[in-house]
């Protein structure tokens, strides 16, 4: 079936970094969607893309839907310790029941040491 | 405001044991969904319903079963709590299929 690979898995931050994770797939999706789980809590969407080379900004973040419509990319920009969390991408479950999301496994943000 | 909420937050409940986890949403929307999150798995569909009386079955249901007897709420039920199913539950809902789905905080279950 389709999967989403998150990369990378995990990453450590350090306050004012850039940081950049990808989400791809075998599979064309028309709808990418990012999403962010503090600890403790449910995801809550970030920013949502529906059109191949669309970039979409929401404060430090932002979002690319990629040109072959098979990935796309979250970046953050002079990261703060507020953004540790796991963040998920996800899109339309097309090998399923296309009215259901498919999520990646995540990439889990956590402060350096 | 519209929200989606889930009861309760945390349980304790041994093997055998017949559990009930409460997702309601004031949004009105037509679909909702429980998944379970688990460390190295991500999120994994249990059961969906696209609205009342519907209700189908994800990637894990084994061992779970729902209900969907009005819009606002999609209980789901244990039937015989086994330890594999200590996890932490998340109920969501959409307005629209495949698209942005909102979630409710999460219930914490572990089986003893």
């Known amino acids: 079936g389709q999967q989403l690979n998150q990369s990378p898995q995990s990453m450590f931050i350090q306050e004012g970094e850039d940081v950049s994770m990808n989400c791809t797939s075998s599979?064309?999706?028309?709808?990418w969607l990012w999403y962010k789980q503090d600890p403790g809590e449910g995801p809550v969407l970030l920013i949502a893309l529906y059109k191949a080379g669309e970039l979409t900004s929401n404060g430090r973040l932002t979002a690319q839907f990629g040109i072959t419509r098979k990935d796309s990319f979250l970046n953050i920009s002079a990261s703060i310790p507020s953004d540790v969390g796991i963040y998920f991408c996800a899109g339309p479950d097309y090998g399923g029941s296309q009215g259901n999301l498919i999520f990646g496994k995540g990439t889990k943000l956590s402060v350096k040491p | 405001d519209a929200e989606i909420t889930q009861s309760p937050r945390h349980k304790i409940t041994e093997t055998g044991r017949q559990v009930t986890l409460a997702c309601h949403q004031t949004w009105n929307h037509n679909n909702m969904f429980w998944y379970r999150q688990d460390l190295g798995h991500g999120l994994r569909l249990i059961h969906y319903?696209?609205?009342?009386?519907?209700?189908n079955k994800g990637e894990v249901s084994d061992g779970y079963s729902v209900s969907r007897s009005n819009t606002e709420d999609l209980p789901l039920t244990l039937e015989s709590a086994a330890s594999s199913q200590t996890s932490v539950y998340f109920c969501?809902?959409?307005?629209?299929?495949?698209?942005?789905?909102?979630f409710g905080p999460g219930t914490r279950l572990t089986v003893l």
């Open positions: 969501a809902s959409s307005i629209t299929q495949g698209n942005v789905q909102f």
């Open positions: 599979s064309i999706f028309n709808t």
């Open positions: 319903s696209y609205g009342v009386q519907d209700t």
